[in-house]
């Protein structure tokens, strides 16, 4: 996303396919004994198969993005879901250049190679945000497609949810450069067994003066309702104000976010870490 061994032992290796073309790494142990097996009538010969299935499709949940006039706030959980293997924290907000983005969904595959930022290495960091998550969505399809069976199999529920609405993935990407702002989010949704690309978006800061601002948050039904119907979000610092929604998703998805919850601001002057946790330094 650790038995009495035998004295001499022969260790092979195997790889096959399952059923969705992923690789799987077999380990076959051969060796000769001195106990007799209780269960088996062949007293000396010990043969022990072990697969172990590469390290499987990969979940980064909550995403939020928080716009202002004058700056823009980039705050992601950590916890990192790998079905059937043991889940980590780890660090969702990327850079690249001046470009700083993150996924919410399908975000890595070890055994297919599906990564979500290898099409953000690949791709023009000269255009605009727009453009850049448009140029990325017809060459993500066809990879994100091949996930679709592997998630119905490893996280049926999560599966099941995508086909209420929900994105198989959310691109989220930020940008400052002098006093131009740029905060989109590209979702790719479920429907009829495809994945279909939605229009890139935005939001527009509302409000008065210096606190005008708004926030671009992922498919969670109970985070998007908090934000419309709580007026008090606002109350508080940023930090309060991210932690309060992603106490919001922690709650109606517990499985797949996980603190601690890192935060970067970018201004016209410098990006830097509210919460740096365990993201690495801003180059």
Not at 109 to 129: K, L, W
Not at 139 to 165: D, F, M, N, T
Not at 231 to 251: A, S
């Amino acid at each position: 996303m650790e038995p009495n061994f035998p004295i001499k032992a022969r260790i092979n290796i195997l790889i096959t396919q399952n059923k969705h073309r992923v690789p799987r790494l077999g380990v076959l142990l051969e060796g000769v004994g001195t106990r007799r097996s209780k269960s088996h009538k062949f007293p000396h010969a010990l043969i022990v198969l072990l697969w172990f299935v590469f390290a499987p499709t990969g979940f980064g949940t909550e995403i939020i993005v928080i716009k202002t006039n004058g700056w823009i706030v980039l705050a992601a959980d950590s916890l990192h879901v790998r079905p059937g293997s043991q889940n980590f924290n780890m660090c969702k907000i990327h850079e690249r250049v001046d470009l700083f983005w993150a996924a919410s969904g399908v975000e890595s595959d070890e055994a297919t190679g599906f990564r979500i930022e290898a099409f953000f290495e690949a791709v023009d960091g000269r255009m605009s945000v727009p453009k850049i998550l448009d140029a990325i969505s017809p060459k993500i399809v066809v990879p994100l497609r091949r996930e679709l069976p592997i998630l119905k199999e490893q996280a049926p529920e999560r599966y099941a949810k995508l086909l209420h609405g929900g994105a198989v993935l959310s691109l989220f990407a930020v940008r400052m450069r002098g006093s131009q702002i740029e905060a989109y989010v590209k979702d790719f949704a479920v429907v009829n067994g495809r994945i279909v690309p939605h229009p890139v978006t935005t939001c527009q800061p509302t409000g008065s003066g210096p606190q005008k601002k708004c926030i671009l948050a992922p498919q969670i039904p109970e985070v998007k309702q908090y934000i419309e119907t709580q007026p008090d979000v606002w109350q508080g610092d940023v930090t309060h104000v991210v932690d309060v929604l992603m106490d919001v998703g922690q709650k109606a998805d517990p499985d797949y976010i996980g603190p601690p919850f890192s935060i970067l601001a970018i201004t016209s002057d410098r990006p830097r870490w509210l919460r740096k946790n365990d993201c690495p330094e801003i180059r």
